[in-house]
Nanobody, 127 residues
C-alpha cells in the first residue's frame, strides 16, 4: 500500500515561485513513475508534469513548460515540483500520483495510468 501526502501549497502573487512536495509512506514509490495533476474550480483535472521511476524521463504540459520543474529524491521517498513565474491561471488544487505499475520507464500524461493519489494541496496565485 502507498500513501501520498502533498504539501507546500499557499497563497502567492503572480510572478512568485513555489515548491510543492509529495511524500510517500508504506510501500516504496522509488520504482514507480510519479505525476503531478491539478484541478481548478469548475474545471476537469489536468496533467501538469511527470517523471519516470529513475528520473530519466520527464514530461510537461505545454502550459507549464519552461516554468515548472519536476524532480525526485527516491532515498527520501519524495517528489517535487518547482513552480516559477506563477500565473493566476495556475490556481488549482495540485495532486501527486504514483503509477499503477512499476518500472514502466514512462512518465505518463494520462491520469488513468496512475493508481495512487494524494489528497491535494491548494495553490492560489493572486494578480
Amino acid at each position: 500500500q502507498v500513501q501520498l501526502v502533498e504539501s507546500g501549497g499557499r497563497l502567492v502573487q503572480a510572478g512568485d515561485s513555489l515548491r510543492l512536495s509529495c511524500s510517500a509512506s508504506g510501500r516504496s514509490i522509488s520504482d514507480y513513475g510519479m505525476g503531478w495533476f491539478r484541478q481548478a474550480p469548475g474545471k476537469d483535472r489536468e496533467f501538469v508534469a511527470a517523471i519516470s521511476w529513475n528520473g530519466g524521463t520527464t514530461n510537461y504540459a505545454d502550459s507549464v513548460k519552461g516554468r515548472f520543474t519536476i524532480s525526485r529524491e527516491n532515498a527520501k521517498k519524495t517528489v517535487y515540483v518547482q513552480m516559477n513565474s506563477l500565473k493566476p491561471e495556475d490556481t488549482a488544487v495540485y495532486y501527486c500520483a504514483a503509477e499503477s505499475s512499476p518500472y514502466t520507464g514512462w512518465a505518463p500524461r494520462n491520469s488513468l495510468l496512475y493508481g495512487y493519489w494524494g489528497q491535494g494541496t491548494q495553490v492560489t496565485v493572486s494578480s
